[in-house]
């Protein structure tokens, strides 16, 4: 069955500290794809990036950096020198592709709320 | 539009009432989503529509909620005789084409609080 976890329920860090949030996944297809969206106190989901099962590269955008490694199902966010605006809940989203799943359904982990401190 | 139009951003029913919702995909999207997000953090996909067409309704609860997205009209989802539990933040979502990996962009959603 499919699933999204992310362990860090809520992550604390001080203003330029770099963080790390954890995304494990569970799919039996082999084709999928991997999402993250932010969702800052105002409530709107914020796209970040989507990643296909078949590109393994890490991928660098400013702050922001992803990990995907398939050989341990994780797909975990890096920001560099978080700032105070980085503060929201960050969800991992699994789309699965093959066959009767391939419906553009998004499988969300829990989220993990980050608090960025000045 | 631009963006994913949702309507109202605030909701308040007594149980037992009916809660009715809309939703406004970008211009030129055919598929719209709905999700429902329960406690701040759990999202549990509701319903999907290619264009008028309920495509996926795995989501869909069997009793009291329906949803409909008919041409030239807002989509909506609707909930009759609402309970305490359906209070939730419900955002709609579309994109251009179905299937994995199609950028699916959220609306700012509609919180829905039965009292």
């Known amino acids: 069955a499919q699933k999204v976890t992310q362990a860090q329920t809520e992550i604390s860090v001080v203003e330029k500290e770099d963080v790390t949030l954890d995304c494990v996944y569970e799919?039996?297809?082999?084709?999928?794809?991997l999402f993250w969206y932010k969702q800052p106190p105002s409530g709107e989901l914020v796209f970040l990036i989507r990643?296909?099962?078949?590109?393994?590269q890490n991928e660098i955008s400013g702050r922001y950096s992803w990990n995907f490694q398939k050989s341990t199902s994780s797909f975990n966010f890096t920001i560099t020198a978080s700032q105070v605006v980085d503060s929201a809940v960050y969800f991992c989203?699994?789309?699965?592709?093959?066959?009767?799943?391939?419906?553009?359904?998004?499988?969300f982990g829990q989220g993990t709320t980050l608090q960025v401190k000045p | 539009g631009e963006e994913v139009a949702q309507t109202p951003k605030h909701l308040v029913r007594g149980e037992g009432q009916k809660a009715k919702l809309y939703c406004a995909p970008i211009?030129?999207?055919?598929?719209v989503f709905w999700y429902q997000q329960v406690l701040k953090n759990e999202f549990k996909f509701l319903i999907s529509?290619?264009?008028?067409?309920?495509?996926?309704e795995t989501g869909m609860p069997k009793e009291r909620f329906s949803a409909k997205c008919l041409p030239n009209s807002p989509c909506s989802l609707e909930i009759q005789a609402t309970k305490l539990e359906d209070s939730a933040v419900y955002f709609c979502?579309?994109?251009?084409?179905?299937?994995?990996?199609?950028?699916?962009?959220f609306g700012e959603g509609s919180w829905l609080t039965v009292v």
């Open positions: 979502a579309s994109s251009h084409i179905t299937g994995a990996g199609n950028t699916i962009y």
């Open positions: 799919t039996r297809d082999t084709t999928y794809y």
């Open positions: 990643r296909n099962s078949f590109d393994e």
């Open positions: 989203a699994l789309s699965e592709a093959e066959g009767s799943s391939n419906t553009g359904k998004l499988i």
């Open positions: 211009k030129g999207h055919s598929y």
């Open positions: 529509f290619q264009n008028e067409n309920v495509f996926d």
